[in-house]
């Protein structure tokens, strides 16, 4: 079994900045992918970001030039550097990690943009 546990949530002003962190813990061989996705009430989970294992990025276009991910294969980390925050990136956020073919889910960190 492998465990995701998400921090860094909280409560930022338009134009401010995030940092949330991913940790994996278990049966870990290889991490192959590591993302971050987000779900505002109301509105379907969507990808803001993700990694490969060589470090390819992908990130959503409303978040692009923002927000940067990072991994630490020797940690089993993932980071979701948040910059220039705006009130529509109020969300949930989750961690996302693919191993050894399964899809692991963290359980979520609330971000929200507000004056």
């Known amino acids: 079994q492998v465990q995701l546990v998400e921090s860094g949530g909280g409560l930022v002003q338009p134009g401010g900045s995030l940092t949330l962190s991913c940790a994996a813990s278990?049966?870990?061989?290889?991490?192959?992918?590591m993302g971050w996705y987000r779900q505002a009430p109301g509105k379907e989970r969507e990808l803001v970001a993700s990694?490969?294992?060589?470090?390819?990025?992908n990130y959503a276009d409303s978040v692009k030039g923002r927000f940067t991910i990072s991994r630490d294969n020797a940690k089993n980390t993932a980071d979701l550097q948040m910059n220039s925050l705006k009130p529509e990136d109020t969300a949930v956020y989750y961690c996302?990690?693919?191993?050894?073919?399964?899809?692991?889910w963290g359980q979520g960190t609330q971000v929200t943009v507000s004056s």
């Open positions: 996302r990690m693919v191993v050894g073919g399964l899809i692991y």
């Open positions: 278990g049966s870990i061989f290889s991490i192959y992918v």
């Open positions: 990694i490969s294992s060589g470090g390819s990025t």
